[in-house]
C-alpha cells in the first residue's frame, strides 16, 4: 500500500524559511502528479503547489515566488522549500499523490488526490 511520510516543518518568525518532506514508499507509477496543500479552520484545505512527473509546476497565486516544489525521483521524496514565509502561511501542511499527470486531473481540488501525508504543522510568528 501506498504511504506518504512527511518531515519538517514547525515554527519560524515572519520572513524565515522552512523545508518540508515528503517520502513515498510503494508509489512506482510512472505517470503521477504529486502536491501539496494546506488547512486552516477558516479556509479548509487550499492548494499550494503540484509537481508532474514531467516536472511541471503549478503555485497557487499566494505561493508563487517564494514557494519552490521540487522531487527527487530516484528517493522518491518530493520537497517544498518555503521562503519568506508570512504569518498567514501557518497552517497544517499535507503532501498528496495519485497516479495521474497533473494535466488530466484538477492538481487544486484535494478530492482528486488518493494519497495523503499525516500533516505537518507550520507556524509562523510576526
Known amino acids: 500500500q501506498v504511504q506518504l511520510v512527511e518531515s519538517g516543518g514547525g515554527s519560524v518568525q515572519a520572513g524565515g524559511s522552512l523545508r518540508l518532506s515528503c517520502e513515498a514508499s510503494r508509489f512506482t507509477y510512472t505517470s503521477y502528479c504529486l502536491a501539496w496543500f494546506r488547512q486552516t479552520p477558516a479556509k479548509g484545505r487550499e492548494e499550494v503547489a503540484a509537481?508532474?512527473?514531467?516536472?511541471?509546476?503549478n503555485y497557487a497565486l499566494s505561493v508563487s515566488g517564494r514557494f519552490t516544489i521540487s522531487e527527487d525521483n530516484v528517493k522518491h521524496i518530493m520537497y517544498l522549500q518555503m521562503n519568506a514565509l508570512e504569518v498567514e502561511d501557518t497552517a497544517i501542511y499535507y503532501c498528496a499523490a495519485i497516479n495521474l499527470r497533473c494535466t488530466v486531473v484538477d492538481w487544486n481540488n484535494p478530492r482528486h488526490f488518493a494519497y495523503w501525508g499525516q500533516g505537518s504543522q507550520v507556524t509562523v510568528s510576526s
Open positions: 509537481i508532474g512527473n514531467d516536472g511541471s509546476t
